[in-house]
């Protein structure tokens, strides 16, 4: 059983920047590919970015690609979200997941979720 904590979310103005990291326990963290989920209120849950178990292959949603960038330190079982120039509509809670099926970019059947980081961006 893998458990995934997320940490880094805030409050942060437009045009900012926050890194969150998301720590495992629990398992064998290289084997596993991870994502970025967000959601916000009254809205579905939404792929946000992915990576291998390696860190070699990385898939961005649209939405933030060139803005936000996925990796991972498998040393420390720690993947990371680096989060910059922040938009209003960034706004939602952040969520990690992880899932031992081989890497397929953008989809959102994980096995393990963490319960979520808030990261809020004023305009």
């Known amino acids: 059983q893998v458990q995934l904590v997320e940490s880094g979310g805030g409050l942060v103005q437009a045009g900012g920047s926050l890194r969150l990291s998301c720590a495992a326990s629990?398992?064998?963290?290289?084997?596993?590919?991870m994502g970025w989920f967000r959601q916000a209120p009254g809205k579905k849950r939404d792929f946000v970015a992915d990576?291998?178990?390696?860190?070699?292959?990385?898939g961005y949603a649209d939405t933030v690609k060139g803005r936000f960038t996925i990796s991972r330190d498998n040393a420390k079982n720690t993947v990371y979200l680096q989060m910059n120039s922040l938009k209003p509509e960034d706004t939602a809670v952040y969520y990690c997941?992880?899932?031992?099926?081989?890497?397929?970019?953008?989809?959102?059947?994980?096995?393990?979720w963490g319960q979520g980081t808030q990261v809020t961006v004023s305009s």
């Open positions: 997941a992880a899932t031992a099926i081989p890497y397929v970019s953008g989809r959102d059947n994980y096995d393990y």
């Open positions: 990576i291998n178990w390696s860190g070699t292959t990385r």
């Open positions: 629990g398992g064998t963290f290289r084997n596993y590919a």
